[in-house]
């Protein structure tokens, strides 16, 4: 189990007693605000996209949107999400669990900036009724992110 795995990573940090799991649904962000009792910008989302024969992993604010023009300039190809059975295959999470926690050792995991406004932010722990609060530098630390990217838009007002 997807959750079972992220257990473990977390309790190799000390932090294993940190992850909430609910009675209710968290598998969106809408549902996962609800759960934790918080607005749902801070639900940090991870999408998947298509990489040669991998995937990407991005976190980022639960009220963003990918912007393709910034996702091209980035990684030098188009967004293309993968599909649930490639989620699950290639991250270890199913959708609606989806984190950058306990993923096949070399998947590329970034954090979007729309992220870095709020002190605290909710990914989820690999199953669709889990999060952690995580300050930024706490979640971009334990997803082994490559770097801090600008890859999205709607959060900040900008059209």
């Known amino acids: 189990m997807s959750i079972e795995n992220v257990r473990k990573y977390f309790r190799s940090l000390g932090r294993e007693d940190d992850i909430m799991e609910f009675e209710v649904s968290s598998a969106t962000v809408e549902l996962a605000a609800q759960a934790i009792g918080c607005e749902g910008a801070r639900i940090t989302k991870t999408l998947a996209f298509k990489k040669d024969e991998g995937c990407i992993l991005i976190a ?19 967004a293309k999400m993968l599909t649930p059975e490639e989620t ?72």
């Open 60 to 78: 980022m604010a639960g009220d963003a949107k990918i912007d393709n023009k910034k996702f091209k300039t980035e990684f030098g190809m188009k």
């Open 88 to 159: 699950l295959a290639l991250t270890g999470h199913a959708i609606g669990g989806v984190c950058q926690f306990a993923v096949p050792e070399g998947t590329p995991c970034y954090c979007d900036i729309s992220l870095q406004r709020f002190d605290y932010v909710y990914p989820a722990c690999g199953s669709s009724n889990s999060a952690i609060k995580l300050n930024c530098e706490e979640l971009f630390r334990y997803s082994h992110s490559l770097k801090w990217i600008d890859v999205c838009k709607d959060w900040n007002g900008e059209e």
